[in-house]
């Protein structure tokens, strides 16, 4: 077993039966939940005109039309950790996906702002779930010297379901004649646009029939040997028996794993691993990177830019993501997490400052914001680069640190803290944009979004610890 810097997980040093295979087609199906993270988040960035001429939204509706899902996540990440410790990782999973095909067809069918909002605050459920499950899931079922690279794949397929959204939506939309314009069956394109998304939702309903519990589920369980047949296959019979017995070690300790033991037993404050959870789940999202996933084609219009244009530069913000997120798997296992989320922070400061000022020299035109040629490119451009310096740091390092970093006996119930606050600080700046860019405006808005790059760097140089290369069991408090 690898030691606190070691690079070898089970089977990789001594058995060379590890079932590469077998673990690739896992991870392939856990992380279709990223991509309909990925699709249900940025499917909504085409259907804001249809939403607001069908329900008459104003600018707060349009934020809370938007945000609804959000709520939706903050509880369904809250409620899947310790349901996943109750009746497993996969059952979970599996609801997830049923909620995403039941909010696809609900939303696209809404007659009303009320119903919209709950049928997205459904597939919220099913995205939070799917947030924190299917990393947890995969850090649980992967050997730790390629666990890092494994994990990031779940980045990866958010980003692919976003630019999965981003290219539907712009397809829908040119061939109709606009979001609006009516499709097939007398339809709006906008609403299509949430009915495509039943296809992924039951392909990943039907896919995850053909993967295992995950064995750390299994052994708390008292399933042993079905946990040691899981292992068996993964990594051979000598490696899974010998993991079901470090599994059963790092438990004979525990108890019924529960929200208390997030706090220390002497001093009863928070502890430390539990504080660094929160800080890296909510400054993910307090650097404003959905605004330019939910609202790039709405911001980019607001500047000059046509519909058309706007979803195009969507399409090239999903493929820089999916560039940059394959680099950052490429190190994230050779120099590690913290050295990536440093990196992301400074980068994300300048980009991000860039573009503020940028917007600072915008001028009215027709009533309309305006950029000149030449500031309109800088601005694509620092976008464009902020969205590279996310990918390859914070977006895929916070779930494969959240997967990884908690202690077996907390890891359900800090899974649900951290994905709850991530998803309540990503409805607060999703359903504040709005209404902070009409009242302060976009300059004080990315001004804001910069500034929280740059205390991220700081809060990450002094709480988070190195994971790389660490047993899940070997992960102290």
Not at 61 to 66: A, F, K
Not at 324 to 339: F, N, Q
Not at 460 to 473: D, H, N, P, S, Y
Request: hydrophobic content about 55%; charged content about 10%; aromatic content about 12%.
């Amino acid at each position: 077993m690898a030691g606190p810097t070691g690079d070898s997980g089970p089977g990789i040093a001594g058995d060379d039966r590890v079932n590469f295979a077998f673990i690739a087609l896992i991870v392939a199906v856990a992380t279709i939940g990223g991509f309909m993270f990925g699709y249900d988040s940025g499917v909504i960035n085409g259907t804001q005109d249809g939403l607001e001429q069908a329900f008459n939204l104003s600018a707060l509706g349009t934020g809370l039309n938007v945000g609804a899902i959000l709520l939706g996540c903050a509880f369904g990440a809250f409620i899947a950790g310790r349901l996943a410790d109750a009746i497993g990782r996969r059952t979970v999973m599996q609801i997830a996906a049923v909620m995403f095909i039941i909010s696809a067809i609900w939303a696209g069918a809404a007659d009303s702002s009320a119903h919209f909002i709950i049928a997205r605050f459904i597939g919220g459920l099913g995205v939070g779930a799917a947030s924190v499950l299917s990393p947890a899931y995969i850090s649980e079922v992967t050997p730790a010297s390629i666990r890092g690279r494994l994990t990031s794949v779940q980045q990866i397929m958010i980003i692919i379901g976003l630019t999965g959204a981003f290219v539907a939506n712009y397809a829908l939309a040119r061939t109709a004649g606009g979001s609006t314009a009516e499709f097939w069956m007398g339809f709006p394109a906008w609403r299509w646009m949430f009915w495509l998304q039943v296809i992924p939702a039951a392909i990943y309903l039907i896919a995850l029939l053909v993967i295992p519990e995950s064995p750390r589920f299994l052994v708390v369980k008292k399933k042993d040997a079905q946990a040691e047949a899981v292992l068996t296959k993964l990594f051979g019979a000598h490696a899974g028996a010998r993991k079901v017995t470090e599994i059963r070690a790092s438990l004979a300790a525990d108890h019924k794993p529960k929200f208390s033991d997030l706090l220390d037993p002497v001093t009863r404050n928070i502890r430390p691993i539990v504080w660094a959870g929160l800080i890296i789940a909510v400054f993910q999202q307090l650097v404003g990177i959905n605004i330019v996933f939910y609202y790039g084609a709405v911001l980019w219009q607001t500047v000059g830019f046509s519909e058309n244009d706007a979803l195009k530069i969507n399409i090239l913000s999903g493929v820089l993501s999916i560039a940059a997120c394959l680099a950052a798997i490429s190190v994230i296992d050779k120099i590690g997490r913290k050295p990536l989320l440093l990196v992301g922070s400074g980068g994300m400061f300048v980009t991000l400052a860039t573009v503020a000022w940028c917007f600072s020299k915008a001028t009215l035109v027709n009533g309309s914001l305006h950029l000149d040629d030449q500031t309109g490119l800088t601005a694509l451009i620092a976008a464009n680069a902020y969205v590279v310096f996310f990918n390859a740091s914070w977006g895929p390092v916070m779930w494969v640190m959240l997967g990884e970093m908690f202690p077996n006996q907390m890891r359900g119930s800090a899974l649900a803290v951290a994905g709850f606050a991530q998803w309540i600080a990503n409805f607060a700046i999703s359903v504040s944009f709005p209404w902070m860019a009409a009242n302060l405006g976009l300059v004080a808005t990315y001004g804001f979004y910069a500034v929280n790059a740059l205390i991220s760097f700081f809060l990450v140089q002094a709480w988070i610890k190195e994971t790389r290369g660490r047993e899940l069991e070997d992960m102290t408090n």
